[in-house]
């Protein structure tokens, strides 16, 4: 060989013989490449075709260009003439009624009542079951949805009542285009025409509907900016109360929650690439140390460093290939099962999908990782001469921090630069990415400077008095100790551990205090006022025992806040101030000569009964702290089309899980008890009461007594909210396993490469008398005392991490379960030890002469 002369092709022949095709040495690579590759082959696919589903369907989904929706009244002339200056216009109502048989009132069921007229829909089409497909229904004739006639026991053809109209069942609905922009319901769909919601007799003055109006813009206008036309309607009609959306924002909650899913998929992704960076660079350093004699001899021979750098990277390129090749075939595979998962959440089909951008960002991030976390090791590698090389194992090689600065300083910094800059260019909330990768490096870098602390800290402790203790002890700072590794390998993995514990107690907690057991039975919307007598005696006829509230019930939209001298008007807001949501849309509102139940007046004071002075109204606290008001400041609604003004008086803290009526604003009765509007009422009966004949009683009764009212059963609302709610942390969890099982390799492979560099040390102590026994106790004492450390800091950093995640990103209370979180941190620590007990079995199977002569 001469020196200075191998070129890539002898470095290819050399690096294909030296390359086990088993790719024993190179596994935990394979593993933790596969891993990061494959939770960003899955992860991009399925967030790309969620993106895509809602651009491409985002007309379907809203059933329009347009939508303007108004509360409790219909749209006037003028902004009729307004809306169909801008094209095709589509009108429906929407509200809450009760459907049941025509012979009878003991079977009644809650549902969405939708009248919509001949244009609709004005995109997609009905599906009804059978594959038909229909548009509007007309005259008397009813589309129903399958929750109707499942428990009406009704089918095409039937019958049934919905207030005082007698509808003929056209047929069960088994896709509605618009169903996702529609929102939370509280019953199964009832689509009618305008002529059988008329003759319902259902809508009245202070009814609780909600007209929406869906736009199609003309063929010359579809390219046409929708948020600008919208801005500018809302202009034209700045106290109306229209609440707008467009085709890019069908749904605002469902790309709510799509964005904050996105988020915490982005941050799974980079979290199982750190992770698998750690990994990779373990295992290539773990190889290369297998082949330190042949390195040397390469070296011997005359290969200079830059040929042995050419040699072990394409060996590692060749496992590399392999590995992202894999990882993206599991990632394809992988996402029809988060599909699946996410499917009654998202618009995603639960299919096989070839998102191309998203498989070459995938293998373009596993390329980088595994260059720039091998990097490293294969520096070293080539620095060091043949003899220092053949010496390691009695002079373990040591790097000065300036020398590997300079070496390994250009080849890591690209790669890290590279990483930094895909992720950040290609990340939807590239401030969200920035902000994680900087927090993963200086977690790095923390735990980095722990293991160099821990070992500078065990060498300058008294040595104990037993003898396992103390070289348990001295192991962590010996020349050649691996403490540094172990504790970034085991610290990351143990804090995965702790962050997914603390995840998924907190969900579990959320879902128990958000959706709490104990509930009024039923809510009763739309009791008029002058039927509340009525009302009362149905309820007392059946359960005498029940407890009944009731609250004037009304919808308008805050249309300005803040100093009388300078209001601020929510039209004129280009972003939401944060936790602001009640300026988005209509919202409840009502009045109240008391403070209402389950609320606590933080500041100011109530108003007085039979109050006849300037309108007062008070606020919920969270809301005032959102939007910076003061006592003394105004608040301004729209009102059925009318604005209504009203001075701050008080603020309140609102028990929001009591589930009774909460209300973010609540006006002196003299500020809006003029307008038009019915009663809401809560029934909450004793549980001597809760018999099935009670529960028909009561609502058979209402349904005669009161057919314009709506009854809503609690019970199944609930559990359809604790389903989405588990479904949620079901989808999110299992997204975060990714993360884990990364996680677990990385710490199997740690101790995997600590094992063999300890290979000479087990021998050389059985050689002077050590029993197996003796080296087994050492060992777990070792990691025994790293664990004791790290279980801290981990515990620490998973929690803060968790915090992130559920406060910051989901927007969740913080809840955490601590015994789980404990119990999971000490079955990590056992993992850990059981890990390095099997890792270190073969090792005291090895006879001391037959590795002497290996070495």
């Known amino acids: 060989m001469t ?90 109502t929407r509200l809450q009624a009760m459907a049941r048989l025509p012979q009878g009132d003991d079977v009644a069921v809650p549902v969405e009542l939708k009248a919509v007229d001949a244009r609709w829909p004005l995109y997609g089409a009905l599906t009804l079951e059978g594959g038909r497909r229909a548009g509007a229904p007309t005259g008397m004739t009813a589309w129903i949805a399958p929750g109707v006639a499942d428990r009406l026991g009704v089918t095409a053809g039937g019958k049934l009542r919905i207030g005082d109209a007698l509808l003929t069942i056209g047929g069960v609905i088994a896709d509605e285009p618009d169903r996702l922009s529609e929102g ?51 202009a034209r009609f700045p106290v109306a109360g229209f609440e707008a959306r467009t085709r890019d924002k069908a749904s605002p909650g469902l790309d709510r929650f799509v964005g904050r899913m996105g988020q ?122 043949a003899m220092a090389l053949m010496r390691a194992r009695v002079s373990p090689l040591r790097t000065r921090w300036r020398a590997a600065l300079r070496t390994m300083g250009l080849p890591v910094g690209l790669g ?51 003898a396992i203790a103390r070289m348990a002890l001295a192991n962590l700072h010996r020349p050649g100790a691996q403490t540094g590794a172990l504790v970034v390998a085991l610290g990351f993995g143990l804090s995965a551990f702790v962050l997914l514990a603390a995840v998924e107690t907190s969900l579990d907690a959320n879902i128990a205090r958000r959706v709490p057991d104990r509930a009024p039975d039923y809510f009763v919307l739309d ?19 029940a407890t009944i509230r009731t609250v004037p019930a009304l919808r308008g939209t805050i249309v300005a806040y803040g100093p009388q001298d300078r209001m601020v008007r929510v039209a004129d807001l280009k972003d939401l101030p944060e936790n602001a949501w009640a300026l988005r849309g209509d919202r409840g509102l009502t009045y109240a000569e008391t ?50 003004t009203a001075t701050i008086a008080s603020f309140r803290q609102i028990d929001w899980e009591n589930m009774g009526f909460n209300y973010v604003l609540v006006f002196s009765p003299n500020a809006i008890a003029d307008a038009p509007h019915n009663l809401a009422a809560t029934i909450e009966l004793p549980h001597a009461a809760k018999s099935a004949g009670v529960r028909r009683a009561i609502l058979s009764g209402l349904v005669r007594a009161l057919p314009s009212s709506s009854v809503v059963e609690i019970g199944p609302v609930l559990n359809q909210a604790r389903d989405i709610l588990s479904q949620m942390g079901t989808a999110i969890l299992a997204a975060a396993s990714v993360a884990i099982l990364a996680g677990m390799a990385v710490l199997a492979g740690a101790i995997a490469a600590a094992r063999e560099r300890r290979q000479y040390d087990n021998v ?75 890792g270190s079995l073969s090792l005291l199977r090895t006879r001391p002469a037959q590795a002497l002569r290996e070495l």
């Open 764 to 838: 050389i102590l059985r050689v002077l008398g050590a029993s197996r026994r003796q080296l087994l106790t050492l060992i777990l004492a070792e990691y025994a005392l790293l664990c004791a450390v790290l279980a801290v800091i981990a515990l620490a950093l998973g929690c803060g991490a968790g915090w992130l995640v559920i406060v910051r990103l989901f927007d969740f209370a913080w809840m955490p379960g601590w015994t789980r979180i404990l119990a999971v941190l000490g079955a990590g620590v056992a993992l850990v030890l059981v890990l390095a007990l099997a």
């Open 264 to 385: 915490f998929l982005v941050l799974v992704a980079l979290a199982a690439l750190s992770i698998a960076g750690i990994g990779i660079g373990n295992g290539v350093s773990s190889y290369l140390e297998a082949r330190r004699g042949s390195i040397a001899t390469l070296k011997i021979l005359g290969a200079e460093s830059r040929d042995i750098a050419r040699i072990y990277l394409l060996q590692m390129a060749v496992a590399s290939a392999i590995a992202i090749a894999a990882g993206l075939l599991i990632g394809v595979a992988t996402t029809p099962l988060l599909g699946r998962a996410l499917s009654g959440l998202l618009p995603v089909e639960a299919g096989v999908v070839i998102d191309a951008k998203a498989l070459l960002l995938a293998a373009a991030y596993g390329a980088l990782i595994a260059l720039t976390f091998a990097a490293p090791p294969l520096v070293r590698a080539r620095e060091f001469p």
């Open 527 to 545: 009791v008029p006022r002058d039927g509340l007598a009525r009302f009362e005696t149905v309820v007392r006829r059946a359960a005498p025992g």
């Open 595 to 644: 403070v209402p139940e389950g609320n606590t007046l933080t500041a100011g004071q109530w108003w007085p009964k039979d109050y006849a002075g300037e309108p007062l109204v008070s606020v919920d606290a969270d809301l005032g702290k959102a939007l910076n008001l003061k006592l003394g400041d105004r608040i301004t609604v729209g009102l059925l089309g009318v604005e209504r």
């Open 3 to 92: 020196a200075g002369r191998m070129g890539w092709g002898t470095a290819w022949r050399l690096a294909r013989r030296g390359l086990d095709w088993r790719f024993r040495g190179l596994r935990l690579l394979l593993v933790c490449l596969v891993l990061g590759t494959a939770a960003l082959a899955a992860i991009g696919t399925l967030t790309g075709a969620i993106e895509r589903e809602l651009t491409s369907r985002g007309r379907v989904l809203l059933g329009g260009d347009l939508q303007f929706t108004l509360a409790q009244r219909g749209a006037s002339d003028a902004e009729m003439a307004a809306m169909r200056a801008l094209g095709t216009v589509s009108a429906g």
């Open 184 to 234: 939370f319901s509280l019953g199964p769909t009832v689509i009618v025409s305008p002529e059988a919601l008329a003759a319902s007799g259902l809508v009245q003055p202070g009814s609780m509907i909600r007209a929406k109006y869906r736009v199609r813009l003309p063929a010359g206008g579809a390219a046409a900016d929708p948020q600008a036309l919208a801005d500018a309607f809302t």
């Open 416 to 466: 890290l630069a590279g990483i930094a800059t895909l992720a950040i260019a290609t990340a939807p909330q590239k401030e969200l990415a920035a902000g994680f990768l900087g927090g993963a490096a200086a977690l790095f870098g923390l735990l980095a400077a722990l293991g160099l602390g821990l070992a500078r800290l065990a060498a300058r402790l008294p040595r104990p008095r037993g």
